[in-house]
């Protein structure tokens, strides 16, 4: 098992969600309002003293999700995929380069081990950061190549999905 970074310990204890449950910051009820911001809620949010001895410093965990790798995944459903690899994939991969990012899986052929799976593309990328990901995924370079994609994929059907690699404390 991975030790847990240096903010999320206090004398060599994780800490436990269940710890900190009343704090509002923390509480699943809070976690979840539509419309909420939890990353801003956690940088501005001092650090929290938990009853066990157990500090944990909301704002070093936004730090720390930052700077810890993004990861992309994409599950498209593309009719020519010939078209989508001459128009999006061969122009899209430079660009993905340039950003520091690394593409960790892609296939035709992904293998649904659970539910029901009708995509024809699967890819999943790693980005250094996510502002990195933001960047590239903002850029004007990268703007007009969103438009190709839509018109080439099944956008009812499609998702692209961003997930960080920090994990709160569980």
């Not at 509002?24 to 938990?50: E, F, T, V, W, Y």
């Not at 890819?123 to 969103?146: H, M, N, Q």
Request: aromatic letters at 8%.
């Amino acid at each position: 098992m991975r030790p847990r970074p240096s903010s999320l310990r206090s004398d060599s204890k994780p800490l436990a969600l269940a710890q900190a449950s009343n704090h509002p910051k923390l509480c699943s009820a809070n976690l979840h309002q539509p419309g909420a911001n939890i990353r801003d809620d956690m940088r501005a949010s001092p650090p929290l003293r938990c009853p066990s001895g157990i500090t944990l410093d909301l704002g070093r965990v936004r730090d720390m999700a930052d700077q810890s790798p993004y990861y992309l995944f994409a599950s498209l459903a593309i009719d020519d995929m010939e078209a989508f690899q001459g128009e999006y994939g061969a122009p899209v991969f430079p660009q993905l380069m340039a950003a520091g990012a690394e593409v960790l899986a892609a296939t035709a052929d992904a293998e649904p081990h659970e539910g029901n799976y009708g995509n024809t593309w699967s890819v999943l990328i790693k980005f250094p950061s996510r502002d990195a990901f933001e960047t590239w995924f903002g850029s004007s370079e990268y703007e007009p190549l969103i438009a190709v994609r839509q018109k080439l994929t099944d956008t009812e059907k499609s998702l692209l999905l961003g997930m960080p690699a920090v994990e709160l404390p569980a």
